[in-house]
């Protein structure tokens, strides 16, 4: 709908002295009924617009929805969010060990003179991108 109001703002100059009192009925009831979109333009535009919802969101209305959604709809999306939930839990862990991981290679491979600490930004990097 943004993108038919877009069109529409881009084709407006090419109607600059275009002269309406030459229509007939007919074909001022349509532009009447097409004008409609430019007079509410900011309720169109709220209305369709792109909205995020979060996940906490979505997971209230399955809750408050239960009862209409069925058993096994409710448990089979219950039982996807728990395992979503326990992958959440367990990443800075899994982090933790890859990032660890990495640092001892990196320690492997520099000098003895090196202190470590790119190695250690760059390890933790790693390993957080590897667990998620």
């Not at 430019?38 to 929805?65: C, G, T």
């Not at 991981?101 to 600490?117: D, G, Q, V």
Request: charged fraction near 20%; hydrophobic fraction near 40%.
């Amino acid at each position: 709908m943004v993108d038919m109001l877009k069109k529409g703002d881009d084709l407006r100059p090419a109607y600059a002295n275009f002269d309406y009192e030459a229509l007939d009925s007919t074909q001022l009831g349509w532009i009447r009924h097409l004008t409609y979109f430019s007079q509410y333009r900011a309720h169109v535009i709220r209305r369709h617009a792109v909205k995020r919802v979060s996940n906490d969101m979505k997971i209230l209305f399955i809750e408050q929805h239960s009862m209409k959604l069925g058993d096994r709809v409710f448990y089979t999306l219950e039982s996807k969010r728990q395992t979503y939930l326990q992958a959440l839990e367990a990443t800075p862990y899994i982090a933790g060990v890859f990032s660890l991981c990495f640092l001892c290679l990196y320690a492997i491979k520099t000098p003895l003179t090196s202190k470590l600490y790119k190695e250690a930004f760059y390890s933790l990097g790693l390993g957080m991108m590897l667990a998620g």
